[in-house]
């Protein structure tokens, strides 16, 4: 499953949140910043773009917690998705949670095996950020706004480097540094509720794998 194109929308119960982290270059990342992620997500055109813009490498993660299954970039099927999008920044409208507390998310689609892994990387002015993907948790773990909202408080009050997985088992997020002031996190999704491939060790580990590449 590929990730859906979000507006997120879930202002009012969840303002505070926000948006941080750098750009890929050819010497790997730089220090991830709320200003960094804000020009990454800005560049990324409307209808999104056919490579990830933030220095994830899905094959080397997989590699990192023991997975020996296909990995890479994309989803499992070409569909004509984007591979990445982003929200907020630039794009952000009134009333929506990435306005209400200025920040960005970029998402990007990778593969493992035939599980479609979506990573979202979100930032903020305030804390939390990770408030800003309740759509996104409620989605990909199938669970109602209410349960997506416990989680995301959840998220967002553990300690740094704390991984906090969905009851699902297929959604984890994490807090992320960043340098300088604002507020960031990642959220990575597999497959589908109740199917995924992954256990809750794999993809916490995966997640926190992913996290030290960003940062």
Same mark, same amino acid.
């Given at each position: 499953?590929?990730?859906?194109?979000?507006?997120?929308?879930?202002?009012?119960?969840?303002?505070?949140?926000?948006?941080?982290?750098?750009?890929?270059?050819?010497?790997?990342?730089?220090?991830?910043?709320?200003?960094?992620?804000?020009?990454?997500?800005?560049?990324?055109?409307?209808?999104?773009?056919?490579?990830?813009?933030?220095?994830?490498?899905?094959?080397?993660?997989?590699?990192?917690?023991?997975?020996?299954?296909?990995?890479?970039? @994309?989803? &499992?099927?070409?569909? =004509?998705?984007?591979?990445?999008? *982003?929200?907020?920044? $630039?794009?952000?409208?009134? !009333?929506? +949670?990435?306005?209400?507390?200025?920040?960005?998310?970029?998402?990007?689609?990778?593969?493992?095996?035939?599980?479609?892994?979506?990573?979202?990387?979100?930032?903020?002015?305030?804390?939390?950020?990770?408030?800003?993907?309740?759509?996104?948790?409620?989605?990909?773990?199938?669970?109602?706004?209410?349960?997506?909202?416990?989680?995301?408080?959840?998220?967002?009050?553990?300690?740094? @480097?704390? &991984?906090?997985?969905? =009851?699902?088992?297929?959604?984890? *997020?994490?807090?992320? $540094?960043?340098?300088?002031? !604002?507020? +960031?996190?990642?959220?990575?999704?597999?497959?589908?509720?109740?199917?995924?491939?992954?256990?809750?060790?794999?993809?916490?580990?995966?997640?926190?794998?992913?996290?030290?590449?960003?940062?």
């Amino acid at each position: 499953m590929t990730h859906p194109r979000l507006r997120l929308a879930i202002a009012a119960a969840l303002a505070t949140a926000g948006l941080t982290t750098g750009c890929q270059s050819d010497s790997g990342a730089v220090p991830l910043s709320l200003s960094g992620l804000t020009e990454t997500a800005d560049g990324v055109p409307e209808k999104g773009t056919d490579t990830c813009p933030l220095p994830y490498d899905m094959v080397e993660a997989a590699k990192a917690v023991g997975l020996d299954a296909d990995a890479g970039p @994309g989803p &499992v099927r070409d569909d =004509d998705e984007p591979v990445a999008t *982003a929200e907020g920044g $630039k794009r952000a409208k009134a !009333g929506e +949670a990435l306005a209400v507390n200025p920040g960005v998310l970029v998402s990007c689609t990778f593969h493992i095996g035939q599980d479609d892994v979506q990573v979202h990387t979100v930032a903020t002015r305030e804390p939390h950020a990770v408030y800003a993907l309740a759509p996104v948790v409620s989605s990909l773990a199938s669970v109602s706004t209410k349960d997506a909202i416990s989680y995301v408080q959840k998220a967002g009050a553990a300690e740094d @480097g704390k &991984v906090v997985v969905t =009851d699902s088992g297929n959604v984890a *997020a994490v807090h992320l $540094k960043l340098d300088g002031d !604002g507020d +960031a996190a990642l959220l990575v999704g597999a497959g589908e509720a109740g199917t995924a491939s992954l256990d809750r060790k794999q993809l916490g580990d995966l997640t926190e794998a992913l996290a030290e590449q960003v940062q």
